[in-house]
């Protein structure tokens, strides 16, 4: 097995973190039809 230094282990579970919250982000928007969700939608985005 190839060493992996950490920053490098570190840095692919952002790149996969990253990706988590994009598939999150939207399920949640397919989730929100109406104005109202949506509105809630941008909220929970900025928490992120």
Request: charged residues 25%; hydrophobic residues 30%; aromatic residues 8%.
């Amino acid at each position: 097995m190839p060493k992996i230094h950490r920053g490098e282990a570190e840095s692919i579970n952002l790149k996969q973190g990253n990706h988590f919250f994009t598939q999150l982000r939207k399920n949640v928007s397919k989730y929100c039809d109406t104005e109202n969700h949506r509105k809630h939608a941008v909220v929970t985005d900025l928490n992120f």
